[in-house]
């Protein structure tokens, strides 16, 4: 079983490198292989054979681990081999003892290579001796050769021999299989698996990490110095390198006496990712479920917008709420136009003819239409369409929040919870409001308790219930007034619209109360002046009823409480979440929005993390 743990170097061959023999043989050999080639496939793949790559250096018996007694010696043999493993010959393969500046009781101690360099023999091997000093020690010597991946021996000097170590990492987690792309075993003689674990990363080690494909394969060290404490480290990486599942054993040094070989199960369990830190969270919060509130709200809207005599009929509504009782008020209303069959909602549109009793005729709604957009450009003539708008601006709400966590050990964490930013959208319109600049008195919820758990699929948070003062109704205000009153150079919000609507009635040269008092007393049958005094009182309660489409969608206190599971990630893989949610698997809310005009509903919701 092959061990690799040197990073990949230049993987181009320089030529230079090669004896002038190789040359000249590699140049035949070419020309060889270009005469075949129209008589089929040569013996290294022809054409599909794919790119080259750089050479590598193997380290032959007796193996990468290296025990020597004091003088004594061995060969150290190097194969090198092509990118399609074959061996590569008159190669210069370059030796050296390697001294850690970090260890300084470990270096050579007296011993030393026969040569710094040789050359492969036609079986691409390279060889040289190494004589052990007469000093307890241990060092690296590597072998090197330009456009080749290097290796290195681990060597062992001892006078009273060595010991041997067998590691099988063991998953004990819940993570699928498919999660672990390879598995890294670490070993130390200067680090305890308690600093070891409690790091972002295993440090360098004297030793080399060696690999293999799977949990439960062996990994052998041979020749270690016995008696000596050392610490197992085992680490399932996923396909990019980020550490999925660890674990660690430490040896204390009395099992390992010379001559002893033992075998050490290191179980490995999964990383739990931790929540530490600054989230930027989106989110978006369907408001469907909410229909009934909003019908209820925006009744005044729909009239104004959506029936034939819309801002006839909501100022007549005003006149009459603002009547007292007597002739004048029921000669108004006797003149109103018909609702439809059944019980009338407070949406419902009156017609435009008055009823038969009366003589028939324009309905007061009608009439109040005429003077409403008698002048041209008026505010009535501008509202169609305006209860579309409002629809779809209550449909869905998108909110940037910032999320601080801090970790209270495995499995939990506790967070900070602040909103920042409300959005609404209309089409490709948006419309922000940041909220820090308002005057809601619940934009942060603080310790906010967070559970986390592990599956198949990985780790899920889920953040308990928490509140905030959305006030819904105002961010719609806002929005209706910038993307839909704004854009029709209208007032941008309810209760200057209302003074516009009245204001901007007109009889010939009469406008505002004059104009519609003249053309509604007289329709009525009553003499002039009979709204004088309830028309600018109208015209608050309009706006008043305007408004309150908004106020209605409201609520007090904490107006929305959140409660939500996201999956975790940790794409740089240092046990630290750095994403919540993906677009293709987001975090899901469960959103409770309180209006005070309806019970507190449920809404779905979603949200990631940036």
């Not at 396909?239 to 199960?265: H, K």
């Not at 801002?311 to 007549?316: D, K, M, R, T």
């Not at 209550?394 to 959005?423: K, W, Y």
């Not at 993307?483 to 619209?497: D, E, I, N, V, Y």
């Amino acid at each position: 079983m092959r061990f690799h743990s040197q990073v990949r170097g230049n993987t181009q061959t320089p030529a230079g490198r090669r004896g002038v023999a190789s040359v000249q043989l590699r140049c035949c050999a070419a020309l060889l292989a270009l005469a075949l080639a129209g008589c089929g496939d040569n013996a290294h793949g022809g054409s599909d054979a794919g790119p080259a790559g750089p050479d590598e250096l193997i380290a032959l018996a007796p193996g990468p681990d290296i025990g020597l007694a004091f003088a004594g010696n061995v060969e150290l043999r190097v194969l090198d081999t092509d990118f399609r493993h074959q061996p590569v010959a008159d190669t210069e393969v370059r030796f050296s003892i390697t001294v850690d500046p970090e260890r300084p009781t470990d270096g050579p101690a007296g011993s030393i290579l026969s040569a710094p360099a040789a050359i492969t023999d036609q079986a691409g091997i390279a060889r040289v001796t190494l004589t052990a000093g007469r000093q307890r020690t241990r060092f690296l010597v590597s072998a090197s050769a330009e456009g080749a991946l290097p290796t290195t021996f681990q060597v062992a000097v001892s006078e009273e021999g060595f010991a041997a170590l067998e590691v099988r990492p063991r998953y004990t987690g819940v993570r699928a299989e498919a999660d672990f792309a390879r598995v890294r075993v670490h070993l130390y003689d200067d680090q305890t698996c308690g600093k070891l674990l409690a790091g972002a990363g295993p440090p360098p080690s004297f030793y080399p990490p060696r690999t293999v494909l799977h949990f439960g394969e062996l990994v052998g060290y041979a020749n270690l110095l016995p008696r000596m404490p050392y610490a197992v480290l085992a680490r399932g990486e996923d396909s990019v390198g980020n550490t999925r599942a660890q674990g660690c054993v430490d040896l204390l040094g009395r099992e390992l006496p010379p001559g002893r070989r033992i075998e050490v199960p290191v179980p490995a369990r999964d990383r739990r990712v931790a929540l530490d830190g600054e989230l930027v969270l989106d989110s978006a919060l369907e408001l469907g479920a909410m229909s009934d509130a909003v019908a209820a709200a925006d009744a005044p809207w729909r009239v104004l917008a959506g029936c034939a005599s819309g801002p006839g009929q909501l100022l007549v509504d005003a006149v009459l709420a603002e009547l007292p009782a007597g002739a004048v008020r029921d000669a108004l209303t006797a003149r109103r136009g018909d609702l439809p069959s059944g019980t009338p909602g407070a949406a419902a549109c009156r017609g435009a003819t008055a009823p038969a009793a009366v003589g028939g005729g324009p309905s007061l709604e009608a009439r109040a239409l005429v003077l409403m957009t008698e002048t041209a450009g008026a505010a009535a003539t501008r509202v169609s369409g305006l209860d579309v708008e409002l629809a779809a601006l209550v449909s869905r709400l998108e909110l940037v929040s910032r999320l601080i966590a801090q970790p209270l050990g495995e499995g939990r964490a506790q967070a900070s919870h602040t909103l920042e930013l409300a959005r609404l959208r209309l089409g490709g319109a948006t419309h922000e409001v940041v909220l820090a600049e308002t005057a809601r008195p619940m934009l942060a919820a603080d310790e906010v308790a967070i559970e986390l758990t592990l599956n198949s699929a990985g780790e899920t948070a889920t953040l308990a219930p928490h509140g905030f003062s959305l006030r819904w109704g105002q961010l719609v205000a806002s929005a209706l007034g910038e993307l839909s009153l704004g854009t029709r150079m209208l007032p941008r919000s309810a209760r200057p619209l209302a003074v516009a609507l009245v204001d901007e009635a007109g009889m010939g040269a009469t406008r505002g109360c004059a104009a519609l008092d003249a053309g509604l007393c007289t329709l009525a049958g009553q003499p002039a002046g009979c709204i004088a005094l309830a028309c600018p009182a109208a015209r608050v309660g309009l706006g008043v009823r305007l408004q309150g489409s908004f106020d209605a969608l409201d609520g007090s206190g904490a107006d929305l409480m959140l409660s939500g599971t996201v999956p975790v990630g940790d794409d740089d893989g240092d046990g630290r979440a750095d994403a919540l949610g993906t677009p293709a698997l987001p975090g899901l809310w469960t959103a409770t929005v309180a209006p005070v005009v309806a019970p507190a509903t449920v809404v779905p919701g979603s949200f990631t993390s940036r």
